[in-house]
């Protein structure tokens, strides 16, 4: 029987963030990763531990906490507290690589994917998520406002929500084809997925869970009943969402799977 990675999520945080994250961790159930293998921003491990039946080699992050967190939790052989465009280890060391919606908060990216490129053997696949162009287009309140004629305020919500998510890029796969190829990287398949349907879901999210947040600041935990009982109506809302089809032309995210090309 398919693991509901979707319970296995919301179950420990906040549902906007679980239900993206659950459909993220069923598309890694489909390929291979040979080891070693590098999860760059790694943040505090819990998505490996769900994601992957096995750890990983190496967990990279570029922040303290939740460096240590990744520690605890044991979905890494090792884990390491460093910047995407300076990792610590021989060209060539990994075999494969994933990076689950972390790109996108990177200011200097061509730095980044250098970097990638120069430690993944040749031939080695790439696996990355990433906010696409479409993101900002598809967000409930700012195209409520451009209804309504007031496309200045629809601008100030892109730019405050795009500013609260810690984007530095929403690009196209026509911009991601570019900066991949001069790195040394070849495109193997790329889609679109999450619906506009499931990102007003995650924008509303943001404000709903306040009392995710709280729990968190107050008991270190973002679910205090992670019961099904407990947690009955956000299951109803989100299950439609896990469990549409993984590709959405109009999807506000990006998935790629690339290769390290031969030298």
């Not at 994250?21 to 291979?32: I, M, S, W």
Request: hydrophobic share 40%; proline share 5%; net charge neutral.
């Amino acid at each position: 029987m398919e693991r509901d990675f979707l319970w296995e999520q919301i179950s420990g945080m906040p549902y906007f963030r679980g239900v993206l994250r659950a459909v993220e961790a069923r598309v890694y159930q489909d390929f291979e990763l040979p080891g070693p293998v590098l999860d760059l921003g790694c943040g505090d491990g819990h998505f490996a531990t769900v994601a992957f039946d096995r750890k990983l080699d190496v967990g990279l992050d570029p922040w303290t906490g939740p460096v240590r967190e990744a520690a605890q939790r044991g979905g890494y052989h090792l884990v390491i507290q460093g910047a995407g465009d300076r990792i610590p280890f021989a060209d060539g060391y990994f075999s494969s690589a994933v990076s689950n919606s972390v790109l996108e908060h990177i200011p200097d990216l061509d730095a980044v994917m250098a970097e990638m490129a120069r430690v993944l053997r040749p031939g080695a696949v790439f696996i990355f998520c990433v906010p696409n162009h479409q993101f900002l287009a598809n967000l409930s309140v700012s195209n409520f406002f451009d209804r309504v004629g007031l496309k200045g305020l629809a601008d100030a919500y892109r730019a405050f929500f795009n500013r609260i998510s810690r984007h530095h890029h929403c690009d196209s796969p026509e911009v991601w084809s570019e900066r991949l190829n001069r790195a040394g990287f070849e495109v193997e398949r790329w889609w679109h997925y999450f619906s506009p349907r499931a990102l007003h879901t995650l924008e509303w999210g943001h404000y709903f869970g306040l009392p995710s947040l709280i729990c968190q600041k107050l008991f270190k935990r973002w679910i205090l009943a992670p019961t099904r009982w407990n947690l009955a109506l956000t299951l109803g809302i989100t299950r439609p969402i896990y469990e549409e089809a993984r590709e959405q032309e109009h999807g506000a995210y990006t998935f790629y799977i690339v290769r390290r090309k031969a030298a």
